[in-house]
Structures are given as structure tokens and as C-alpha cells.
């Protein structure tokens, strides 16, 4: 018996779903620790500091457990002119639109909660709705900080939107498809043979790495990390929209925050690096290795973005607003019909 | 178009506009805000992202010490000097002295006035070491903190090698400096003053603090978004410049070579080589460049200081209990952030009657309502942050 041939379900629908929910919750909120961890690693090594290293025993590895425990015990403050229903459900929109996108990101052929025919317009457009509580928090906070960073956020994810959908456009136009799982065997089907090696590249190589570039300088921006920060910027706004949150209402920001890195991460992998498929490896073995495979390219890509954030300081909201308007989304059109072009002609 | 038309269009216009305002929203900024370097508070107006008017609160630090000075022996006065610009604590400690010993007539030995001179281009250093690693952090640039905090350590480490304090010296005394090893009548003859190996160690710390220079050189002044966040951002012109007092930096930024140093020398400062910087623009950016080359124009000196350094006594002759002849002295001196000055006015005695600061933040923040406004927010912070001021030495 093959590995492609194990049978991963149970045979009833809403069971299978259920448990695969479950698993790819459990996955997010745990695989949040080791980049919570291996920021505070990464970012102290490149600034000639240790960074945490006695929680845990060795090295700090319990760091990032400590820190959500100690949020755990804090109180839940809220304000009193804050709109408590809203402020209360803010986080909780966060977390869920950062959740759903997992939903669609293969990490093996089968290892996928659903493969939709409608997969990329599906996690463009389901990650949007964290702008909704990004904009909830900032106004229900009766905090005129909360409320500019809320605006900037608002404002910064709709103009970093459109030249993440007209990059990710550009590898559906090359791959033929929307589904995530058929973007990935896209990638993998050979281009050329070397001897009789069939040699295939992931679309980074292939034509892609203008879109790879918008792709991820709107990633960046999309996560509000620095040079992207305007909406939090700590020296001018204290902490933008989540100044007033505080104990699990804060993690549950400080989760999506970081959920969202690696969801976007992954999907960076996705289209661009190859995902989950690798070379040598027979196609049987993917299930297994795939997981390791596409994040190991995602950490890649979270690696680069840690990087960023210790070299650069953060744009000026105008200067963001000029880049991506002026720069970013004309340069994405013309991107789109070069591809476009080339996918006809070729 | 009659009169009348033109007059209802005018009507209609107006209305439109008044219809479409909408109110300003006031931003209290500070004073427990993290880009207020402690207790600032800035009422701003704001527009959206644009600052329509600013008025900065002050105060909110007071600590009466020229009030207090005025109960306090001329000894124990050099206690609360170095606390109104902490960063640089050494360099306002100078100025004060001088003034008293101007007062009495009192000429300090040869060594005490060079171990002044380097221990005040030290806090220089410290001082500007500091702007270095917090202007970016404001900006959002993390990294350069560490690196030049790692080496003002190394620079606090030798002030305290002498001083024994990293922060507070009280290190200088009437007619000289603080005779630190056996003390009595040895001491006046022979330098026991500077710990063994000192003077090595320093030549060694200017050279890391010069190599620090150059990483941020690469790494901050060269960086792509700095500059887009900084050049021509918050120009400050000569003549605008002047009008309000700035001094100091912020003031040869905006292109005017104006140094105490050279001008008003109280220290050996003539017999060393060194340059005044000033740029033209007056912009945040070159607020920065030019701390930065002035953090090597100090290291210059202290390694030519070093050298040059005589031996000899540490103190003069002065009386035990000092009592200061009725009269008046100003003195001021090239503290890191600008000029710093003490006004005493002495009736005789052992306190002084009345002595007025002149604080240097206090003077370079008055243009602060003049710079921010129709500013955007993001800059503020850019703006506030190159000025440079800590808000002990605003409210003393």
C-alpha cells in the first residue's frame, strides 16, 4: 500500500471537517509560538543582544508560553466610554478572518482542509474581513489613538489589497487555475528534461518574480510590520488600534498578528516557491512531506520579513500611500499583461 | 453677472464650505507618551494627519534647582547641576563652576582644566550617542539603539573610571577637580587623580566609538527610508533659527558655525584641533549628520587631549569654607545640546543670592510651535525627536 493510497478520512463529511477544522486551529495558534520565538531570537541576534534566555531552562524556549500565560492572568480592561460590545468582538473578527484563510492552504496534496476550485479569491477575500476589526477595535475604543491607527490601518490594507490580488492574479493567470492544491502541481509539472531528469521550477523562476516582489512588499504591508507600521507606530500612536486592549483581548490581536505572518507566509510558498511539492521526492510521499516541505519555504519568507524589521525604519502614511498607489499598483498592471501576454502567445 | 449673482454664488459657495468643515479633533500628545522623552505634553489640533496648531505644556518636571540653589553651599550646588541634562551630566557641571571661580578669582590648575575638557567631550559623546540610538527608534529603525548604546556604555564606563558616577560625576570642584586617591597635600602636588591604564583604554574606546560612527553611518544615515523620512522635513532656516535661540547642533545644522568652544573657550580648547560642524539645509537629516560628525570631532579631541594632557596639581589653593565676593558672573558653555549658561549673582557668603539657568532644551523647544504647525502627525515625531532635549534640562 502506497501513501497515496491511506485513507485519511472517515468516510462522514461534517466529522472529517470538523476534526480538520480542529486541526488547523490547533496548528495556528501553535505554530504562532516558534515565530514568536524565533523573533525574539532572530531580532536580538542581529542586534548584538542574547534575547530571552532563561525561560524554560535553555536557551528561553518557554519565552513565548510565559508571555501568553502571563497575558492569560491579566485583566481584561474596558474602557468605560468604549462601546463594550464592539471593543469585545473586535479581536475575536481578527483572529477569525486570519483563521479562515487556513482553511484553503494545502500542505500536502490531501493534507487541506478544503481545496476550493475558488481557492486564492477565496483567501484574498476572507482576509479582508480583519480590516472590519481592525476599524471595529479602532473606534469602539473611545481612544483618539485607537481611532487614527485604526483609520491608517484601514486605509494602508485597502491600498496594499489591490496589488496583492493583482500579483496573486498573475500566478492564476500562468497556472490556469484558482485552486491552491492545482497552482502547486502547476509548479511542479516538468518544464524540461536534463538527460532524462524532468526538471520542473516553482513560478519564482519561471516568470513570476516581479509579482513574488509586489507580492510580498504588500504582505509586508497587509501585516502592518515595520516599515509597514504606521497603524501601530508606538512613538507616535502608543500602540494604534489596540492601545486600550489589554490580557487575552491583546493576545488575541498578538496571535492574529502573528497567525496571519505565517498564513501569509504559507501562501507566499504556495505560489511562488512551489509549496508543498519538492524535487526527487516520489509524488506518494508528499502527504508526509509536504508539511515540513511548505513550511520550511514559509520560514524562509518569515525569515526575510524579521530581517526587514530590524533594518528599516517605517514610512511616513503618505509616503505608503504614494508607494503603493503610484509604484506598486500600475506596476502590477503592467505585470498582469506582460504574463497575460506571454501565456498567450507561448 | 450682476453684483447680485456674483454675490449669491459667493453665498452658495460659502455655505457649501461651511457645511463640509468638520471639526478639529484635539490630540493631547504626552505628558506619559512614548515620543515625549518623559513628561512633555503637546495639546495639538489636528486635522486629519495634519497638525493645524500646537501648544506645548511644560513643567510637568520642575524641580525648583534654582530655587534650591539658592539654600545650597557653592559645593553642594555641583550636586544639582549635573542632574538638569542627565545624559550629559559632566558638561553642565562645567559652565557653573567656572562661574563661581570667575566670582572668586580663582585660576584652576593646568591638569584639572584638561581632565575637564575630556571628561566634557565625553558626555558630549554620551550625549550624542543617545540622539543616535533614540532618533531611529522614534522612526521605527530598531536596531541602531543597540549598537550605539553598546558603545556609550563603553564611554559611561570610563567617565565612571574617573568620576566614579556614570550619570552624576560631581567630579569638579571650586579651583579644580575632585582630588580622588589619598587626598591632603599629596594629592595637590602629584597627579593621583586618573586610575592606571585609563588613558589606554580610552584611546582604545574612541577607536570602537569611531567604528560605531561608520556602522551608523551605513546604517542609518545611509538608509533609503531614513532619509525619505528625514530630509527636508522640519526646516529650521538661519534667521528662524537665531530668532527663537536655538544653539547648539540644532542650530549649525541650519548654517550657522557658531561653537562656544571656539568662540568662548573656558577650557584648553584652542590648543586642540577640531572643526565646527555645520550643514545647510536645516532639515531632521541634517540635525543628525551632524551630531553624528561631531561625535568624531569629540573623539578627535580626546584622543589629541590624551596626548597633550600636562601633570601636575589637581586643585588650587583655594579656602576651605568657600565664600564667594559680592558680584555677578554669567558663563556659558558648548554643552552637547547648545550653549548652557549660569547666571550668579552673589552677595557675598557661602550661597548664592539668586542663579538663573539658562538651559539649552528650554530654548530649543521654544520653536516648537512655529516648526509643527501644518505638519503631519508621522513627522511630529520626526521633528521632536531631531530637536534633541531632555525634559530635566526643559524644566530644570
Redesign the interface.
Known sequence: MTVAELNLTTGYFWLDTVIKVAIALGFMMTLALPVIYAELKV?AH????VGPYYAGGRFGWAQPIADGLKFLQKEDLVPRDADAAVYKAAPAVVVMATFAVFIVIPLGPQVVVRDMDIGIFYLLAISSIGVLGVLMAGWSSAN?YSL?GGLRAAGQLIAYELPLILAALAVVIQAGTMSLVGIVEAQGEPLFTIGSVPISLPYLLTGQIVSFVIFVIAMVAELSR??F??PF????L?MGYVTEYSGIRFAMFFLGEYASLIALSLVVATLFLGGYWIPVIPDDWLNLIGPMVVMGKASLVIFFVLWI???????????LQTMAWHWLIPLALVNLLVISFVKVVV | MTDMDIAMKHRSEVAVSVELQTADMTLNIGPQHPSTHGVLRLIAKVDGERITSIEPVIGYMHRGYEKLSEVRTYAQITTLVNRIDWVAGFASEVPYIVAVEKLMGVEPPERAQWIRLILSELARIASHLVFMSSYPLELGAITPLFHALRDRERVLELIEGVTGGRFHPNFNRVGGVKPNAGGGKQTRNVSMDIPAGWFAETRETMEKVLSVCDDIDTLVVGNELFRARTVGVGIIPAAKAKEYGLSGPNLRASGVPFDLRKEEPHLPYPEVEFDVISTNTGDSNDRYRVRLAEIRESAKIVLQAVDKIPSGPLVAKVPRVIKVPKGQAYVRGENPKGEFGYYIISEGGQKPYRMKIRSTSFSNLSILPWILKDQLVPDLVAILGSLDFVLGDVDR
Request: no cysteine.
Open positions: 531580532m542581529m542586534q548584538n543582544r483618539k487614527i515595520i516599515p507600521d504606521m507606530a508606538e512613538s507616535e502608543t524589521r530590524s533594518t528599516f525604519p517605517r514610512l511616513r502614511e503618505d509616503q
